[in-house]
């Protein structure tokens, strides 16, 4: 029994005006080949000539920095090429550290040099590289937007007498690409509860990942405060099923920082709404695409969780986020989360007036409200067989997953409704669970559903194995099915006259009467 839902996500608006959400991580790799080697040597030198190490300080973008270049030994082989100059093959780091307390800018770079067919020393990996020549450099940092970074480097390089050009614009490869990007707003806490309580955004959004895509994960810390650290990660399918043409695999967090502020006017008292680019890559010329996705799923996210979208109490000014709109080349979309609490209720509710189970979905779902957790302990509780439980799981797709061996609800309301439901109609369940004892015990061991259709017997197995389906041939099941039958007290004629389906590879068969 799938959850399934019907309602597009229809498109209201294009082009609006909301809240500017800030840039926080980035993690990158920046290809520059126009100058070939040359500012590899180039760093090389530098760090010879300041027998390792060297700082300055330097100015950027209305703030102050400490800047320090040194190196680290690399596990590079050199280059067997008679142009190369090098004997020991280094790569340099390069920390850029604010100077004033305020300024929580900061970034990593890590240079180095690539080739064709670079070899690894001893049994490291060899490196996964383009067929080009020149520097890599991997840049980690944040509060920085996107196009500051480039520049940045140039005013690095040419502070310390490096030739700008080896990293200017204009030399970056095609090849360099985004593997981390986060985007954020400062909430204010009292509105943010909106995106962690339960059945809240995230809660919410959770469900929806395990009936929408192939995989996701929630993580979770209130240990030091409620909500300190919570998210859900998903992947590329539920990304386009929340918002068509959406890519990318992404992760929706609220947390606070490390050092959770107890004084409301501290901005640091109030969490973050941040989404981010993870696991998946995008090459750096589509940067500006990425942010539109992000932002797009950002504003939704606080639509969706009925906050604001414009600038207000809703949101926190920090030294680096300004509560400020500007116009987005967005569109607001209709909440599709709200179709799955949808079709959860009218499951519950169905469940509730006339319960829409065969015997195995029920004992699994009672066994699930009794806290059995895994597959292993339903069978071993209910006498069915482990693949009778992948059967109801998969029948029940939208109500039940299944996490490395372990059954659950996807989301806490429907545990809670369904456990609820199967502990005040228990009473009944079981009455109506013995009234067909033996061949109901039997259909429930063998995954099979059962009904009748003009004074006859239907039995379904599903798809099956090559051994099932050799057993169903051969009438040895079926013999286990008829003394079960008898058993029941049951009219023989409507056995014996009755039709077997089943499916093996996808190929239907079928078998009637079942005994001539």
């Known amino acids: 029994m799938k959850l399934q839902s019907e309602t597009p996500h229809t498109q209201h608006t294009n082009g609006i005006t909301a809240i500017d959400p800030q840039t926080h991580e980035l993690g990158a790799n920046l290809i520059f080949t126009a100058h070939d080697l040359n500012p590899h040597y180039a760093l090389d030198s530098l760090i010879k000539q300041y027998d390792g190490a060297t700082t300055e300080t330097i100015c950027f973008d209305n703030a102050r920095y400490e800047v320090t270049i040194s190196y680290s030994k690399s596990n590079l082989k050199s280059w067997d090429n008679p142009n190369f100059q090098l004997e020991t093959v280094r790569e340099f780091d390069i920390k850029i550290i604010p100077i004033a307390e305020d300024n929580r800018r900061k970034v990593t770079l890590q240079v180095s040099p690539r080739w064709p067919d670079m070899q690894s020393k001893g049994d490291s990996p060899n490196p996964s590289n383009p067929d080009l020549v020149g520097i890599n450099v991997k840049t980690q940092g944040s509060n920085f937007s996107l196009d500051s970074y480039i520049p940045l480097l140039q005013t690095v390089f040419d ?5 700008q050009q080896y990293v ?8 360099s690409t985004i593997y981390r990007y986060e985007r954020y707003v400062r ?3 009292d509105k943010a509860k909106r995106l962690i309580d339960t059945d809240g955004l995230l809660d919410k959004i959770t469900s929806y990942c395990r009936t929408h895509g192939d995989s996701g994960e929630r993580t979770w810390d209130n240990e030091s405060e409620r909500g300190y650290y919570d998210k859900v990660k998903f992947d590329s399918k539920t990304a386009d099923s929340l918002i068509s043409e959406h890519e990318l695999g992404k992760q929706i967090k609220h947390y606070h920082p490390k050092h959770v502020r107890d004084n409301p006017s501290d901005p640091l008292y109030h969490p973050k709404l941040g989404i981010a680019l993870v696991e998946d890559t995008i090459a750096w010329t589509d940067r500006h695409d990425l942010t539109t996705e992000i932002d797009e799923l950002l504003i939704n996210s606080l639509s969706w969780s009925g906050i604001e979208t414009t600038a207000g109490d809703s949101f926190v000014s920090d030294d680096h986020f300004d509560n400020a709109d500007t116009t987005h080349d967005i569109e607001l979309l209709q ?4 179709e799955i609490k949808q079709t959860q209720q009218s499951f519950v509710d169905g469940l509730s007036v006339k319960p829409d189970l065969n015997g195995s979905d029920r004992q699994v779902l009672e066994l699930l409200s009794e806290g059995k957790g895994t597959v292993s302990d339903i069978g071993d509780s209910s006498g069915l067989t482990e693949r009778t ?9 939208g109500v039940l997953s299944l996490d490395n ?14 456990t609820g439901l199967m502990s005040e109609a ?3 369940i079981e009455s109506v669970s013995k009234s067909t004892s033996p061949f109901q015990e039997w259909a429930n061991a063998h995954g099979v559903d059962v009904s009748e259709k003009d004074s006859r ?11 099932l389906d050799n057993r169903i041939r051969g009438m040895e099941i079926l013999r286990s099915a008829k003394l079960a039958w008898a058993k029941s007290g049951k009219e023989k004629r409507k056995f014996k006259w009755g039709r077997v389906e089943w499916t093996l590879n996808g190929n239907p068969r079928f078998k009637e009467p079942i005994f001539r």
């Open 159 to 163: 502070n310390f007498g490096l030739k």
């Open 168 to 175: 200017s614009p204009s030399s970056l490869n095609e090849y």
């Open 187 to 189: 909430l204010d806490r």
């Open 335 to 338: 909440n599709p989360l709200d």
């Open 389 to 397: 439980v992948y059967r109801v799981i998969n029948r029940l797709e």
């Open 405 to 418: 061996g372990r059954v659950e609800f996807t989301s806490e309301y429907l545990q809670s409704a369904i």
């Open 426 to 428: 228990k009473s009944t």
């Open 457 to 467: 017997l239907i039995m379904r197995f599903g798809e099956v194995s090559r051994e």
